[in-house]
C-alpha cells in the first residue's frame, strides 16, 4: 500500500504540479427538463481554482461527466470527484449530477439516455456560466468535455446535442471519451449473448431506468425472474448500492457464472412477447451511432478503448469511428490496458495528460 501511495503522489505532482494550489467547489442549483419535457431542478459542482475568483484568467472550461453510478451518495454534489483535480490546470471543471442524483434523487435515473442527459448537461454548463460571471470570472473561449464509461458516453452526447442545436452557439474545442458504450444496441446484444456480464448491474439498472423514464408500462414479472424480480426496486431505484454491491448481489443470488439469461425471464430472452422488443428500442433511440447528426469539424475528437475491456465492449469504439467517419479530426486509441476500470489510468494519461491540455 505505501507504494502505491508513493506512485499516486508522483503522478499527481507529475500530472498537477501546482496541487497545493487552493481549490474551491461550488454547488448549484439549475432549471432544466425531465425525459418528458417537464420542468425539473437538478443540480451540479464547479471545481476551480481560487485565484480564478481573485481575477486570474481561466484556461478553459470543461463540462465533465462521471461514469456510471447507482448509489444516490456518489454523486459530484456529495463527494468529491477524481475529475475534479483538473482544475489544477487552471480549468473551471463543471460536473453535473445528472437526472435521478443530488436534488432529484427521488427520481429514477435516466440511465443511457443520451438526448435528455445532454439536454441538462448543457443547461448545467450555461448555468455555471452564469454563476462565474456573477463572481467576476470572465468565460474563456476554451470549452472542453470528457468522460470515462458512461461519462464518455454522455460527452458524446454533449456534442451530439449542441450539434443539433446550433443556435445555441456553443462549440467545444475537444471532446475525449474513455470506454463508452456509444452503441447501446450493441453493448446491449453482447450481454444478451452472455459474451459480458464482469458488471451484470448494467441489465436491471438499464432496464429500470428505461421502463421508468420513458414510461413503457412493462411488468417487471415479465422481465426479472427469481431474486431480481422480489428486489429490484431495493437493489436498484433505491439507490442504496453502488454498481459493485449490485452485481455482488445478483451473483450471489444466481451464482458466480450469472448471465442476462440468469436473470431475465425465459420469454423475456426468446422474444416470445415484446418486452425484448420494446427495451431494444430504446437502445436504438439512445445509441449515439445512429440518426443524422454531424459534429463540428473544428472540434477535435479523442476516443479511447482498451482492447481487453472486459465490461463494455471494446466494439463500441469501431462502431463510434465508423459513424464519424475517418475525417482528421478524431483520433483513436485502441491500447491492450486491461479490464474496465484497470483502464483508466491510461485513458488518463494516454490521453487527457498528452491532448486535454
Not at 490546470?89 to 435516466?110: C, I, L, T, W
Request: net charge negative.
Amino acid at each position: 500500500m505505501k507504494c502505491v501511495a508513493l506512485q499516486i503522489r508522483i503522478h499527481l505532482t507529475w500530472i498537477f504540479p501546482n496541487y497545493q494550489t487552493p481549490a474551491k467547489t461550488i454547488s448549484y442549483t439549475y432549471r432544466s427538463v425531465d425525459p418528458q419535457g417537464e420542468g425539473v431542478d437538478l443540480s451540479a459542482v464547479v471545481y476551480l481554482l481560487e485565484t480564478a475568483l481573485g481575477g486570474t484568467a481561466l484556461t478553459g472550461i470543461c463540462l465533465t461527466n462521471h461514469g456510471t453510478i447507482a448509489s444516490k451518495d456518489e454523486c459530484p454534489t456529495k463527494i468529491a470527484q477524481l475529475e475534479g483535480a483538473f482544475a489544477w490546470k487552471n480549468y473551471a471543471m463543471v460536473m453535473p449530477d445528472y437526472y435521478g442524483f443530488g436534488v432529484s434523487e427521488d427520481r429514477p435515473q435516466g440511465y443511457l439516455d443520451a438526448e435528455n442527459t445532454a439536454h441538462n448537461n448543457i443547461d448545467a454548463y450555461l448555468a455555471a456560466c452564469k454563476l462565474l460571471e456573477d463572481r467576476n470570472v470572465a468565460i474563456p473561449d476554451k470549452l472542453y468535455s470528457f468522460g470515462y464509461s458512461q461519462g464518455g458516453f454522455n460527452s458524446m452526447a454533449n456534442l451530439k446535442y449542441v450539434s443539433l442545436h446550433p443556435e445555441l452557439g456553443i462549440r467545444f474545442d475537444k471532446v475525449f471519451c474513455g470506454g463508452s458504450p456509444f452503441d447501446v444496441q450493441l453493448t446491449w446484444e453482447k450481454y444478451a449473448d452472455a459474451t459480458y456480464h464482469n458488471s451484470l448491474a448494467f441489465v436491471p439498472m438499464t432496464v429500470v431506468s428505461m421502463n421508468e423514464t420513458q414510461q413503457l408500462g412493462l411488468s417487471y414479472s415479465d422481465l426479472f425472474k427469481g431474486s431480481l424480480l422480489t428486489n429490484w426496486q431495493d437493489w436498484v431505484l433505491s439507490k442504496n448500492y453502488t454498481t459493485s454491491q449490485i452485481s455482488d448481489k445478483i451473483f450471489a443470488a444466481y451464482g458466480s457464472d450469472a448471465t442476462m439469461s440468469s436473470i431475465m425471464t425465459e420469454g423475456f430472452m426468446s422474444r416470445t412477447d415484446t418486452a425484448y422488443d420494446t427495451i431494444l428500442n430504446v437502445c436504438q433511440r439512445y445509441s449515439l451511432t445512429t440518426g443524422n447528426w454531424t459534429p463540428d469539424q473544428e472540434t477535435q475528437i479523442i476516443l479511447y478503448h482498451s482492447k481487453e475491456d472486459d465490461t463494455v465492449p471494446y466494439d463500441n469504439l469501431q462502431a463510434m469511428t465508423d459513424f464519424l467517419g475517418s475525417e482528421a479530426f478524431v483520433s483513436t486509441y485502441g491500447g491492450w490496458d486491461g479490464g474496465h476500470m484497470e483502464a483508466v489510468t491510461s485513458f488518463i494519461t494516454d490521453i487527457i495528460v498528452y491532448s486535454l491540455w
